[in-house]
């Protein structure tokens, strides 16, 4: 069993759809959770991270951890064509001399204008 | 500009061949990474280090190699005993807290 696992898509939303993407985890010792988007051949940039469960709002993003039941979502509000990109999720693992951190697979999304 | 920075941007491998992906760094992070891409996937861990002269392999470690002798730099070696090493690598400095600051990424293909 993978430590995180993705919803794979690919998903395909019109313009101004509410997208919700998801991954759940099996180790209960992740401690930062993240959400990175991707453009074709390059690098991953952070959209948001949380430390703890609950909800997080930056923009049109918001960030939800519910740890009971090792499940995180991002939802993205009234979608644009520029959000068409790879979104991954990520999760870090803290040791006494580093920081380990696991990505999902990935979801492919699409926005259709 | 400060950010990280890998190269080469392409590079071909050959039957037998070792070869070595660069990474540089001046955003002063202590902890960088190394993860592979194979087409529609997400990012595996390959090997991390969180200081210099201190490293950790990753959940794909066989048939690479790393060093961390600078803090600003920590090269990534494909062994020949890697058998399939088709695939884009991104290597990713971490700054505060736990974000990751990825580079442009290497295409390694074999000839």
């Known amino acids: 069993q993978k430590e995180v696992e993705q919803d794979p898509g690919p998903l395909s939303v019109p313009e101004g759809a509410i997208v919700s993407l998801n991954c759940t985890y099996s180790n209960s010792a992740f401690q930062y959770f993240m959400w990175y988007r991707q453009y074709s051949r390059k690098g991953p940039e952070l959209l948001m991270y949380?430390?703890?469960?609950g909800n997080k709002e930056d923009g049109r993003f918001t960030a939800q951890v519910d740890k009971s039941s090792k499940y995180i979502s991002l939802f993205i509000r009234d979608s644009q064509p520029s959000d068409s990109a790879t979104y991954l999720c990520?999760?870090?693992?803290?040791?006494?001399?580093?920081?380990?951190?696991?990505f999902g697979s990935g979801t492919r999304l699409s926005i259709r204008p | 500009d400060g950010g990280i920075t890998q190269s080469p941007k392409y590079l071909f491998r050959k039957e037998g061949q070792n070869v070595t992906l660069s990474c540089e760094q001046n955003l002063n992070h202590d902890a960088m990474y190394w993860y592979r891409q194979d087409p529609g996937q997400g990012l595996r861990l390959i090997y991390y280090?969180?200081?210099?002269?201190?490293?950790q392999k990753g959940d794909i470690a066989e048939g690479y190699s790393v060093s961390r002798e600078k803090k600003e730099s920590f090269p990534l070696t494909v062994t020949s005993a890697q058998k399939n090493p088709t695939a884009f690598y991104l290597c990713?400095?971490?700054?505060?807290?736990?974000?990751?600051?990825f580079g442009s990424g290497t295409q390694l293909s074999v000839l």
């Open positions: 280090s969180q200081i210099v002269n201190d490293f």
């Open positions: 990713a400095s971490r700054g505060q807290p736990e974000k990751l600051f």
């Open positions: 949380t430390y703890s469960s």
């Open positions: 990520a999760m870090s693992l803290m040791y006494s001399s580093a920081s380990k951190i696991i």
